[in-house]
């Protein structure tokens, strides 16, 4: 009889479960248009793990992915490469080295960003998409050059999550209210030797303000003509990009303060770098788990990552490259784009594409060549693997000058590169012990979090849709205008008050004395006689 009893209490508490499984599943819509693979490799468990979850997910994405969860619905954009989307002829990308910060941010950034929103904006699929009458519960948008998707959470009246796939910077401080630190926060994409010298924060608060006029007042705009021509139908009045983006419930941001310079943040900005990052569970192929196992003096592992084309490297830079690990003892795995190589050693083995997670996880890397890409650098500092870096544009100079900070990494300059300084960077890094010893520090500092990032990430998504928004979680600072941001205002009323009291004083003093009939000089005189 309690058996019995128990059965139907275990069976009741079963269906309560699937319902309450149900009540809480969420129509959750991510807009990730951007085609770039890093992008995606940092984003798509993001999705996936919802989906898992029970919630159901709709994606709007460039990249397909395939063999989706049911519950998992892609509405695909258009995938072109950056150059084809400008109209532009795709450069060297190793002469980006040669660009300034500004002209990297004229020319790539906002072109491209402009022409990817346009191109996600006209794709037949996105279109149809809109014309349909869809329910959300929540928008997570990708900040990245492509504000006008933003405008959705409002059209859909769903709270927004904001995602970086790099660190924090101006615009998502400004948005949420978050103090800017730009004595300690630099520009993502700002190459800085030394940041917070004089010269170092002045260039910094130069290119910060210089980002800031011209992406508010111009960028923005530009955005907001796309918005207005390819999403009809918003309700009126539509609110500015500005103002969407001030209302952002959540910005999740692409670090960690084990790796990241630590920086104060309010409740609605939560870092979950590494992600993307877990243990491997596939193995390598044969032929390269033997070439590693066989490796009795280590590997050196060179990969420049998706967008970098190796084999475009200046051509003596390229023969410094092979005539130092000629004479390395190591065996080198060297990502190559082409099907030959003229004067290859024997100890490179090269190949168009290496399964880098599996790799990463052997214990024979003893170094990765790297260009300082974000995803490679996590993946390298997950695994406790010495880089030596050479960055091209963009934030791999801060990538791997972090990871020089911490002792497990080496930045060679492009234009430095010659057999000497190659040879003896690559060296430092094999013989001296500290490189690894630093790298399995920093990666077990890395993974030590009360949850894992992505567990984070959907507890985070989860909270503010159980409190619709989680407006109570807004700081009140990003609504002030920047007088009163900087109490300005209070000093004015400080200051003022000082010198009034103060002439008020000397002047009443003054008065007092004449009246009463004193003479300080002709006193001093009599005393002195
Ligand atoms: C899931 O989302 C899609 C939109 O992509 C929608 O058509 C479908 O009705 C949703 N399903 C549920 C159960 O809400
Ligand atoms: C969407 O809803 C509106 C008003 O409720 C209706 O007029 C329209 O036909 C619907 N569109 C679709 C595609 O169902």
Request: proline share 4%; with cysteine.
């Amino acid at each position: 009889m309690h058996l019995f009893l128990f059965q139907i209490y275990f069976h009741l508490i079963l269906i309560f479960t699937i319902i309450a499984k149900y009540a809480d599943a969420a129509n959750i819509l991510i807009v990730t248009p951007f085609s770039s693979k890093s992008h995606y490799i940092m984003l798509s468990p993001i999705g996936l793990e919802l989906a898992k979850r029970g919630h159901n997910v709709t994606i709007i994405t460039s990249i397909k992915q395939l063999n989706p969860p049911p519950n998992y619905h892609q509405v695909m954009v258009e995938n072109k490469e950056i150059w084809d989307v400008m109209g532009t002829k795709r450069p060297v990308i190793f002469d980006m080295t040669r660009k300034s910060f500004e002209e990297f941010l004229n020319e790539v950034l906002w072109n491209g960003g402009l022409g990817f929103a346009e191109m996600a904006l006209k794709s037949t699929h996105l279109q149809e998409f809109l014309r349909k009458n869809n329910t959300f519960d929540l928008v997570i948008s990708e900040q990245f050059y492509q504000e006008s998707l933003n405008i959705l959470a409002y059209k859909y009246k769903a709270p927004l999550v904001l995602i970086a796939t790099t660190g924090i910077c101006m615009k998502h401080n400004l948005v949420v209210g978050n103090p800017l630190q730009l004595n300690t926060i630099i520009f993502e994409a700002l190459d800085l030797k030394d940041h917070t010298s004089i010269w170092g924060r002045l260039r910094n608060i130069y290119i910060t303000a210089y980002e800031y006029v011209w992406w508010k007042y111009w960028y923005l705009g530009k955005q907001e003509a796309l918005m207005k021509k390819y999403i009809p139908d918003l309700e009126e009045p539509v609110p500015s990009l500005f103002g969407v983006q001030k209302n952002t419930s959540l910005l999740l941001i692409n670090t960690h303060f084990s790796f990241d310079p630590p920086m104060a943040l309010l409740p609605n900005i939560v870092e979950i770098g590494g992600l993307h990052l877990s243990r491997s569970n596939s193995s390598l192929p044969k032929d390269l788990q033997d070439i590693l196992d066989t490796s009795k003096n280590g590997v050196v592992y060179m990969n420049f990552g998706s967008n970098v084309v190796v084999s475009e490297m200046d051509q003596q830079k390229l023969m410094a490259f092979f005539n130092v690990f000629r004479k390395l003892k190591q065996t080198v795995l060297m990502k190559w784009e082409k099907d030959t190589v003229e004067n290859k050693p024997d100890n490179v083995v090269i190949q168009k594409w290496f399964p880098q997670r599996e790799i990463f996880e052997h214990p024979n890397i003893k170094v990765f060549i790297s260009h300082g890409g974000l995803i490679g650098t996590q993946e390298a500092t997950f695994n406790g693997i010495p880089i030596l870096g050479v960055p091209i544009y963009a934030d791999q100079y801060n990538n791997l000058e972090l990871a020089e900070k911490h002792g497990f990494g080496k930045i060679l300059e492009y234009q430095d590169i010659s057999e000497v300084t190659l040879g003896e960077s690559l060296n430092e890094i094999l013989n001296d012990e500290s490189y690894k010893r630093n790298a399995e520090e920093v990666a077990k500092r890395f993974k030590d979090r009360p949850m894992t990032p992505l567990e984070t990430t959907i507890w985070w998504l989860e909270y503010v849709i159980r409190h619709e928004g989680a407006t109570f979680m807004k700081s009140e600072a990003r609504n002030m205008s920047w007088f009163k941001y900087f109490m300005l205002d209070i000093y004015v009323v400080v200051i003022t008050t000082m010198v009034v009291v103060t002439y008020l004083m000397v002047f009443a003093v003054k008065n007092i004395t004449r009246l009463l009939g004193f003479n300080f000089k002709t006193n001093s005189k009599k005393k002195r006689s």
